[in-house]
């Protein structure tokens, strides 16, 4: 009995003794990443800026550097790809801006016409929306009563939201484009400046590699990636005009807007196009046609072109772009879930190059 006590406590022994020097590097590690996510979320008006000028550095470095090779200055030339891309940005603004503002703002008016057009397929859910609401009876009888007789002023909160809100937008749209002229007349400089003050862990002429390859995929990542978006769009346009929805030039834009966005932007594009189509046709078959077709074209463009066009180079773990969507959202909100995918591309090329992180790249990977 005491042989076999013996034994068993030594299998113990063993099994525990592999996790005894992991768990304070662990620790460290959950600490650390912590300790980021803190400091990010905390200082988010100073570091969406940063990264979002950083992004925009890393792609349309490639540009910059042609302008450069035929001795144009570094400040002009930075200064001639903004202007080009906020030319281009506008012009986008302008011409689908304005069919966009005023489908939200008819939106209030027409989603109450869609709930009486399709009584017999919301009639379910209204009842069991009326019957949850009408569970208190006299209470909720005496505040709608209320609510009717002495309306809240809220229309003055709401645009006081929306306009501190607006200005909050506009504020960092002006640092991103100072600081993203700022890197990108910088250049290489700005390279081997941050190479010198990096850990040890990295010598700076690992440290400009691996800042020079990051520059590389996320340019190459961010223009696949667009051009895809922007002819998947013109051939949902295409598509939707066909099938006769209206504005179905707006609605293709989105439509490549929203695929920058994984898995969250096309679903909610097929929802809005569902209720565009079901708001101006008569039938329910007839109104779904057009989110059928945006959902057949989104389901080719992500299982075969997009896999084909990108490669194995830029395919990642579903899972872990889940998370980084859910993490970048609640730290920046929107603008934090278009960065979700070129942080991870960079984190990837980092984890490849740096053989400490080489686990966590295999993990990264599809």
């Known amino acids: 009995m005491k042989q076999r006590l013996c034994r068993s406590q030594r299998s113990q022994a063993v099994e525990a003794t592999p996790l005894a020097p992991i768990l304070p590097e662990l620790t460290r590690l959950i600490v650390s990443v912590g300790g980021v ?8 008006s100073v570091v969406l800026p940063i990264m979002l000028a950083w992004v925009g550095s890393m792609a349309l470095a490639p540009p910059v550097a042609w302008l ?27 011409h689908f801006g304005r069919p966009v ?34 569970f208190d009876g006299k209470t ?9 007789a002495e309306p809240e002023p809220g229309g003055g909160r709401i645009a006081g939201t929306l306009f501190t809100w607006t200005g909050g937008m506009l504020a960092c749209a002006g640092e991103t484009a100072v600081l993203l002229f700022v890197m990108l007349a910088a250049g290489d400089r700005l390279i081997y400046k941050f190479a010198h003050v990096m850990p040890a862990f990295c010598h700076p002429a690992d440290t400009v590699e691996i800042s020079r390859q990051i ?25 939707l005009h066909w099938a006769g929805l209206p504005n179905a030039a707006m609605w293709g834009a989105l439509a490549a807007v929203a695929n920058f966005l994984p898995y969250f932007g096309p679903v909610a594009g097929i929802v809005a196009v569902a209720g565009a189509g079901l708001l101006a046709f008569d039938t ?23 896999p084909c066009l990108l490669g194995r180079r830029f395919q ?16 920046w909100g929107f603008l934090g879930t278009l960065l979700a995918m070129p942080l991870l591309v960079s984190l990837n090329v980092l984890c490849i ?14």
């Not at 090779?69 to 906020?86: D, F, K």
């Not at 027409?110 to 009639?123: C, H």
């Not at 909720?140 to 009717?148: C, G, I, R, T």
Request: net charge positive; with cysteine; hydrophobic share 55%.
């Open 37 to 44: 996510l803190l400091l990010f979320y905390c200082a988010r």
């Open 68 to 94: 450069r090779l035929r001795h144009v200055p570094a400040p002009l030339a930075a200064g001639l790809v903004l202007i080009l891309l906020g030319t281009a940005l506008a012009c986008g603004l302008i």
């Open 101 to 134: 503002a005023d489908w939200v703002k008819s939106a209030p008016e027409t989603l109450p016409q869609l709930r009486e057009k399709y009584q017999r397929l919301f009639g379910p859910i209204s009842r069991m929306t009326a019957a949850w609401y009408d």
């Open 140 to 148: 909720n009888s005496v505040k709608s009563s209320a609510s009717l």
């Open 215 to 239: 520059q590389r995929h996320i340019s190459r990542y961010l223009f696949s990636v667009s051009v895809i978006n922007v002819v998947f769009g013109f051939v949902v346009g295409l598509s």
């Open 284 to 306: 329910i078959s007839r109104g779904l046609l057009p989110a059928g077709a945006y959902l057949l074209w989104h389901l080719l463009e992500a299982d075969l072109i997009t």
């Open 316 to 331: 990642m773990n579903a899972f872990v772009i889940f998370v980084m969507l859910m993490v970048c959202a609640l730290l």
């Open 353 to 366: 190059r740096v053989p400490a992180f080489s686990r966590l790249a295999e993990f990264l990977s599809a």
